[in-house]
């Protein structure tokens, strides 16, 4: 079992930043990526950013690339991702994930172990 917490959501104004930060415990040194997705009511959970834990390798979804950044703290067992030029589109609850599995898979599917989510919304 692998346990995640989100945080660091809230509401921004466009053009600003956050930092999410993801606290995993519990079997982290089966984890093989770690992931963070993005979801909209009424519409699947969107890949947005990975990490290939053993190297931190990392991955973006094209429509996120040069605003989102993936990274970790491998001592507090976090993982973060910092969102920069926020904009209204972007409003989501974030969730990390993680896999014990595959290296990095944009497939939600692939990812064993859910976070509660954190909020993001975004104002224009």
């Known amino acids: 079992q692998v346990q995640l917490v989100e945080s660091g959501g809230g509401l921004v104004q466009a053009g600003g930043s956050l930092r999410l930060s993801c606290v995993a415990s519990g079997r982290t040194f089966s984890i093989t990526a770690m992931g963070w997705f993005r979801q909209v009511p009424g519409k699947e959970r969107e890949f947005v950013a990975g990490m290939r834990w053993s190297e931190g390798s990392t991955y973006y979804a094209n429509s996120v690339k040069g605003r989102f950044t993936i990274s970790r703290d491998n001592a507090k067992n976090t993982v973060y991702l910092q969102i920069i030029s926020l904009k209204p589109e972007d409003t989501a609850v974030y969730y990390c994930?993680?896999?014990?599995?595959?290296?990095?898979?944009?497939?939600?599917?692939?990812?064993?172990?859910w976070g509660q989510g954190t909020q993001v919304t975004v104002s224009s």
């Open positions: 994930a993680s896999s014990l599995y595959y290296i990095v898979s944009m497939d939600a599917r692939n990812y064993n172990y």
